[in-house]
């Protein structure tokens, strides 16, 4: 028995899909980290994985706020891995997205990837209007994502880097002696007032 990192995993998988999909061809997968977090219950209702930009609309890494009379500076913490500065930070949340079905989880992945900026400033995509992380329709950024999975998983050499994938995390505990992944606490945004 071998010790499965889901961290490393989960790496391959975004370095194959952004070498792979035109529409994230922009992603630098050396400026995400990619990071697995626990959930306090179990189950698959609720957030399955989310995204923190590292930098403000515009790729900006300051912005003053302003409420009534008074304002701030918030400042975006650096991230530095491996001596590279991240833009972006993904958290899987274990053991509810590795408890997905497997298409699901590409789902997952591709909805986190696709907030990330077209620019890759470090911001996320944002669209027109109030709901600026979907767009005017949740149900058409999923349709869009789910699409953008069926185009991924029609392309060759697919399967090696999906394989883990496809087992929930119970099963994963009992084909491997052990399973690693990277923890990072949450960056947070420092106020100046």
Same mark, same amino acid.
Request: aromatic share 8%; proline share 5%; net charge positive.
């Given at each position: 028995?071998?010790?499965?990192n889901?961290?490393l995993?989960?790496?391959?998988?975004?370095?194959?899909?952004?070498?792979k999909?035109?529409?994230l061809?922009?992603?630098?997968?050396?400026?995400?980290?990619?990071?697995?977090?626990?959930?306090?219950?179990?189950?698959?209702?609720?957030?399955?994985a989310?995204?923190?930009?590292?930098?403000?609309?515009?790729?900006?890494? $300051?912005?003053?706020?302003k409420?009534?009379?008074?304002?701030?500076?918030?400042?975006?913490?650096?991230?530095?891995?491996?001596?590279?500065?991240?833009?972006?930070?993904?958290?899987?949340?274990?053991?509810?997205?590795?408890?997905?079905?497997?298409?699901?989880?590409?789902?997952?992945?591709?909805h986190?990837?696709?907030?990330? $900026?077209?620019?890759?400033?470090?911001?996320?995509?944002r669209?027109?209007?109030?709901n600026f992380?979907?767009?005017?329709?949740?149900?058409r950024?999923?349709?869009?994502?789910?699409?953008l999975?069926?185009?991924y998983? $029609?392309?060759?050499?697919?399967?090696?880097?999906?394989?883990f994938?496809?087992?929930d995390?119970? $099963?994963?505990?009992?084909r491997y002696?052990?399973i690693?992944?990277?923890?990072?606490?949450v960056?947070?945004v420092?106020?100046?007032?």
């Amino acid at each position: 028995m071998t010790t499965l990192n889901l961290t490393l995993s989960l790496e391959k998988l975004v370095a194959d899909i952004v070498g792979k999909v035109e529409e994230l061809g922009h992603i630098d997968p050396s400026q995400v980290l990619l990071c697995v977090s626990s959930t306090r219950s179990g189950g698959v209702h609720g957030v399955y994985a989310k995204i923190h930009p590292l930098r403000f609309a515009g790729g900006a890494r $300051s912005m003053e706020v302003k409420r009534g009379r008074r304002s701030a500076l918030l400042t975006m913490p650096t991230v530095v891995h491996r001596r590279i500065e991240m833009l972006y930070v993904i958290y899987f949340l274990a053991p509810r997205f590795f408890d997905l079905p497997k298409r699901e989880k590409l789902i997952t992945v591709f909805h986190e990837l696709y907030h990330i $900026s077209p620019l890759f400033d470090g911001d996320i995509r944002r669209f027109p209007g109030r709901n600026f992380a979907h767009g005017s329709s949740r149900k058409r950024y999923n349709a869009l994502m789910n699409s953008l999975v069926e185009k991924y998983l $029609s392309l060759p050499g697919c399967s090696e880097t999906t394989d883990f994938l496809g087992s929930d995390l119970e $099963s994963l505990r009992s084909r491997y002696k052990a399973i690693v992944g990277r923890k990072f606490p949450v960056p947070k945004v420092r106020i100046q007032r």
